[in-house]
């Protein structure tokens, strides 16, 4: 079965791949799991000497990269060349710290030694997303192989030429050979992946959908898992925010990677004293984004991934509108792009909990605002929801900030600031969000196996 690349600019494409069969991706993870037995015996240090190989060969071709997520996705060319930079210093974070977040943990109990070590599981799949090509997987793989494990990846076949382009990334970077593996494969195939005797881990990044059946086949094999499913983040203003970095950041938050991201802010909750003055400033500036070609460096907003997410966030918000939401700015496809998978920066007024905006993950530059009284109206707003990822509060009191964000139902919450990932810092959400952590000490050790050594 080919598997195109599709330019979601103009719709050309980029190229046509020939995926495997299920049995073919099934004999990679193999090979996989039979370099496992050398990998997880190499020292820690050469380890990590290769991460940060990893990290020089990402950086010597990081145009080349940023490029091509580019043309397979969509995103602005400054955002994919920062992304390729933020997995290079992700690499050389961990190469730094991994002695100590691996470190054996010693525990006083009634014998005369007792000793946790983290030791690895062996071969993970990561079936990943296309709306960060590289730093999706990575994230991921950066940790999980520098514990020991080898890994096989199983890209979104929307992105198929960065699968690829990371695969050789590794190569360069002189990780040994089915250490690190790539297949483009269809979805039938992860199945029979999971099922596989090779295939002791999982980690997807994605859906809801795709979490529940890859979860359910991962349980039914009693495989470890990791699951990161996105986020409907709630992005609280309180009466005393700092108007004018609370707008930047508000149009930050919503449109990076072209509104396409799991921690972009997702429902603005603004306190009624605040409002006007907030959603004036906010409209001008999402108004005023440019929208282009991703590929010229002053453009703010490019296309959505495919026509497909182009249509699913004019639905939710036409939808919004047919229930009674009014339009601030945006709410329609923007001219000038006939053949791109465009859709115009948008806020919404007067939203009820029950439109689609609202209720539902809204993949794409369209922002809903509500507005509320008080603290616990604000916070009572922002955990009325089936997901908890992030979330983001702002005010000039930081002790009052703190104690908001104490309440919200995430895995990560930030005081004047926006949702974002950090390798030194755990990753992940509760609720329909996910299972599991990445990144930080806590995503070096979800694959590792907690080993209780006593001796008496």
Not at 94 to 123: C, I, M, Q
Not at 233 to 249: G, H, M, N, R, Y
Not at 339 to 364: C, H, I, N
Not at 403 to 420: D, L, P
Request: aromatic residues 8%; proline residues 4%; hydrophobic residues 40%.
């Amino acid at each position: 079965m080919p598997i195109q690349s599709i330019n979601p600019f103009d719709g050309t494409i980029n190229a046509t791949l020939e995926a495997m069969t299920a049995a073919q991706a099934v004999d990679a993870c193999r090979k996989t799991h039979d370099a496992f037995a050398g990998w997880k015996n190499v020292a820690l240090e050469k380890r990590g000497a290769c991460l940060k190989k990893l990290a020089r060969a990402l950086r010597a071709k990081k145009k080349e990269y940023a490029e091509t997520m580019v043309r397979e996705m969509g995103k602005p060319i400054r955002q994919a060349e920062a992304e390729v930079e933020k997995s290079a210093w992700t690499a050389e974070v961990y190469a730094e710290n991994a002695s100590e977040w691996l470190k054996d943990h010693e525990v006083h109990a009634d014998g005369r030694k007792h000793v946790v070590r983290f030791e690895p599981l062996g071969t993970v799949l990561a079936v990943m997303p296309w709306n960060f090509p590289f730093w999706q997987l990575l994230r991921v793989a950066i940790p999980t192989m520098l514990a020991g494990n080898t890994l096989v990846l199983r890209h979104s076949n929307n992105v198929p030429l960065c699968a690829n382009a990371l695969g050789e990334a590794f190569r360069e970077a002189g990780f040994p050979e089915n250490v690190f593996n790539v297949v483009i494969t269809g979805h039938d195939a992860v199945e029979a992946m999971v099922q596989s005797p090779y295939i002791q881990g999982v980690s997807l990044t994605g859906s809801e959908k795709a979490g529940k059946i890859v979860g359910a086949q991962a349980s039914e094999n009693l495989k470890k898992l990791v699951l990161e499913l996105g986020g409907s983040d709630p992005f609280i203003v309180l009466e005393d925010a700092d108007l004018e970095k609370t707008v930047a950041a508000a149009v930050h938050g919503r449109v990076q990677n072209n509104g396409q991201s799991c921690i972009a802010a997702k429902r603005f909750i603004v306190h009624e004293k605040i409002a006007d003055a907030f959603t004036k400033g906010f409209v001008q500036k999402m108004a005023s984004l440019k929208v282009g070609d991703p590929m010229d460096s002053d453009t703010q907003i490019g296309p959505l991934s495919s026509a497909k997410q182009r249509d699913e966030v004019k639905n939710q918000v036409d939808d919004s509108v047919a229930k009674g939401a009014k339009v601030l700015c945006g709410g329609k496809i923007p001219a000038g792009f006939p053949k791109g998978a465009f859709y115009a920066p948008t806020v919404l007024s007067q939203v009820a909990k029950d439109m689609r905006v609202w209720s539902e993950e809204v993949f794409g530059p369209a922002a809903p605002i509500m507005i509320v009284s008080s603290d616990e109206e604000a916070v009572a707003l922002a955990n009325d929801s089936e997901l908890g990822l992030g979330g983001s509060v702002w005010t000039k009191d930081v002790k009052r900030g703190e104690n908001v964000a104490r309440q919200i139902q995430a895995g990560a919450v930030f005081v004047n600031h926006v949702t974002q990932s950090d390798p030194r810092m755990p990753f992940g959400g509760i609720k329909k969000s996910g299972i599991g952590r990445e990144l930080g000490e806590f995503g070096l050790k979800e694959f590792c196996n907690v080993k209780a050594y006593n001796i008496y």
